[in-house]
């Protein structure tokens, strides 16, 4: 088995490995080369992490703590942990992520080179909105220490730039407190888009996590029904289980078979899904673990969508208060008719919170993300027709998701791509970079 | 519990400090790299461990065993488990052409631990008290043409903790032999991985539980106890024909 694969599983790649193991010592040494990549966990879904014919630099030794003030929250740390293990450390001691993902499994490092957002972004913006300063070294062995005062443009390219500026080697974050691992919940039934708006309105101002899963089959007056997961940290949990932590997964041992993600099933399964849920709101008490990392509970969820791997779009398109709905909805009914997806989609409106980050991606509005099951260039010349909806609507695409985006929509998506690019260690690429750099893209299954 | 662990910064040291100090035992760590060995110490301090000290020494340098023993139970306030896990793989043709590499390789993986636990053995016999590990080889049990001069280095510590611990018994000092078979770490990272690779982990948890259970010889990962009693049950006549 290749480990050194995206999460969608396409592209594939070949690499030559070259683990790191520490941070004092100069990574590029070993295995001189012209094009580098850092690899965390591999849970970038598409081709920002794979440096095909390239080196990439296995970080998975750089997982040592540096610092931990358990007086202010921060922690300082090698780029390798994974937010599973800093959860593992701070909640006992009654700190938490100040932003965490749909996923504990990726690096403190990809979480900074993503700029990953969670559930409450509306709050607490990006991740990379809680970094301190981290290190970075270039290809040409200089070492940048950079923060908000310290070589600031680096600190800025760095974050969300896809890991291209150069090594990450250590980082510091702050943490934020709370009252208990637990989360007092409210899961609401939503039966159409404008519902899922006020709702989402109401919702941001009174909890500080919101996120919706919809069901991507559903079309005309219950286009994009759904149910709304919201919650706060449970105040005043009395008994010993207050600080507790929870990491448990099944494994799949197999990829799935090509019939399990067929449209048919991914319909019935989401109907049920929708209708498991009453129409009067439920109110529970979970663990963070459950209502944060649902899907970490199965070890590598990616195999159920079979051998031909999948995809992963999301977008985000911008809008002020309760303006204009008809690009979500476009894409949404181009979705639900195209009968590609599967039962991974959810939305939620971005908060304006800036990020520090040159090219990160989230800003103020609503955002889709779904998993797709590779089905031939059907599936590629569905996404192209909704990057040309994004585009039209001056949103963006997720480049952590993508795979296949052309270079022409990354461009439109990102101007500021220009400014980073003076930033870009020279030895250093992806083939992510290399697609949206470089003309001509290559589009689809082409490659 | 009060620990020292030299060659602190080997990836299987690292894991097993890491072990002790969840269970907030204070462990001194000794290896080469000053900067490598701090952050090993910063990692293991965050991790539990209290109190950490450290020093840095060659231990090819014998003259200095006796001060970093000194050293390490003065800091600790005593010593009660002494972690052996620094080594080296040599170059096998290497050695094959170049006597120097061979010595080289028998002062680093045996007589440094010679060295090293006759100084710290009469401690811990005047102690009568305490546990000496030592991170052997499977490449000990038996001589194979791909890795002998390793093998040969590591069998005759093998032997030596042997004469250690029939010692050392009546004291009640427990004498350790680890065997591990291979894992993936900085020493390996040339080689080629296969399934027989465990992760330094594993064989962290290994170590951690026979240094509790005060087992004599733990195998790790455990499936090599029954491979090398192949190897070695194979007669001579035959295995001198092997390509192992």
């Known amino acids: 088995m290749n480990a050194y694969e995206c999460w969608g599983r396409y592209p594939k790649a070949k690499h030559q490995i070259e683990p790191i193991y520490w941070t004092s010592e100069n990574p590029f040494i070993h295995s001189p080369a012209t094009s580098y990549l850092a690899f965390g966990?591999?849970?970038?879904?598409?081709d920002s992490c794979l440096n095909d014919g390239g080196v990439l630099l296995d970080t998975s030794g750089l997982n040592r703590?540096?610092?931990?003030d358990d007086e202010k929250g921060v922690v300082r740390c090698e780029a390798g942990v994974s937010l599973a293990e800093v959860l593992r450390l701070a909640v006992p001691k009654g700190w938490f992520l100040p932003v965490t993902p749909g996923t504990k499994h990726i690096t403190v490092a990809g979480a900074i080179a993503n700029d990953v957002h969670g559930k409450n972004h509306h709050r607490a913006g990006t991740f990379g909105r809680h970094v301190g300063q981290f290190e970075i070294v270039r290809s040409d062995g200089t070492r940048l220490l950079c923060s908000p005062q310290k070589n600031q443009k680096y600190?800025?390219?760095?974050?969300?730039g896809l890991g291209l500026t150069g090594l990450i080697l250590w980082a510091e974050f702050s943490l934020k407190r709370i009252p208990s691992s637990w989360i007092q919940m409210e899961t609401i039934r939503f039966g159409n888009l404008d519902e899922f708006f006020n709702l989402s309105r109401d919702s941001d101002e009174k909890f500080e996590y919101t996120l919706s899963w919809i069901d991507c089959f559903s079309q005309g007056?219950?286009?994009?029904r759904g149910l709304m997961m919201r919650g706060n940290h449970a105040e005043n949990y009395p008994d010993k289980k207050r600080f507790s932590i929870r990491d448990r997964s099944i494994n799949i041992p197999c990829t799935a078979p090509?019939?399990?993600?067929?449209?048919?099933i991914m319909k019935g399964l989401n109907v049920c899904y929708f209708y498991k849920q009453r129409k009067k709101p439920r109110v529970s008490r979970v663990h963070y673990d459950s209502f944060f990392y649902p899907l970490d509970i199965l070890g590598s969820y990616n195999r159920l969508f079979g051998r031909g791997g999948l995809l992963q779009y999301q977008c985000v398109l911008p809008f002020e208060g309760h303006g204009d709905l008809s690009a979500i909805k476009l894409i949404l009914s181009r979705i639900a008719k195209s009968n590609l997806a599967s039962m991974v989609a959810v939305l939620k409106v971005f908060g304006n919170i800036p990020s520090p980050g040159m090219l990160s991606f989230p800003r103020k509005g609503i955002t889709l993300a779904l998993d797709l099951p590779i089905r031939g260039q059907k599936?590629?010349?569905l996404l192209e027709e909704l990057d040309a909806v994004v585009g039209e609507h001056h949103g963006a695409v997720y480049p952590a998701k993508d795979a296949r985006m052309s270079g022409e929509n990354f461009r439109r998506f990102f101007p500021q791509w220009k400014e980073f690019r003076d930033y870009v260690d020279p030895n250093f690429s992806s083939g992510f970079w290399r697609r949206v750099t470089q003309e001509p893209s290559p589009i689809g299954l082409a490659s | 519990m009060?620990?020292?662990?030299?060659g602190a910064t080997s990836a299987i040291a690292q894991k097993v400090a890491r072990l002790f100090a969840k269970a907030n035992h204070s462990i001194f760590l000794a290896a080469r790299n000053e900067k490598k060995l701090v952050s090993v110490a910063q990692d293991i301090q965050i991790h539990g461990a209290h109190p950490v000290h450290y020093m840095t020494l060659d231990m090819n340098d014998f003259d200095l065993h006796p001060a970093l023993i000194h050293q390490a139970t003065q800091s600790l306030g005593g010593l009660d488990i002494l972690l052996v896990a620094h080594g080296q793989l040599p170059d096998q043709p290497a050695c094959q052409v170049n006597v120097r590499e061979a010595e080289q390789a028998f002062k680093v993986n045996f007589l440094s631990v010679l060295s090293l636990l006759t100084h710290a053995s009469h401690q811990f016999q005047k102690q009568g008290s305490g546990t000496i590990a030592v991170i052997s080889s499977v490449a000990g049990d038996r001589g194979r043409q791909s890795n002998y001069i390793y093998g040969s280095a590591k069998g005759a510590l093998n032997i030596f903790l042997e004469g250690l611990r029939n010692r050392l018994f009546p004291y009640g000092v427990h004498v350790l032999t680890i065997k591990p078979g291979y894992v993936d770490t900085p020493m390996t990272s040339h080689l080629k991985k296969n399934r027989l690779f465990a992760d330094p982990e594993s064989v962290a948890r290994d170590i951690y539980k026979a240094i509790q259970k005060k087992k004599d010889v733990v195998y790790t990962p455990w499936f090599w106890r029954y491979i090398l009693l192949g190897i070695k049950l194979c007669p001579e006549w035959i295995f001198k024909r092997t390509k192992l």
């Open chain 1, 258 to 264: 090509r019939w399990f993600t067929h449209s048919s």
């Open chain 1, 155 to 160: 600190f800025s390219a760095t974050i969300g």
């Open chain 1, 65 to 68: 703590w540096i610092h931990f």
């Open chain 1, 221 to 224: 007056k219950s286009l994009a």
């Open chain 2, 2 to 6: 009060r620990i020292l662990i030299v």
């Open chain 1, 379 to 381: 599936t590629f010349h």
């Open chain 1, 41 to 46: 966990k591999g849970r970038s879904y598409g």
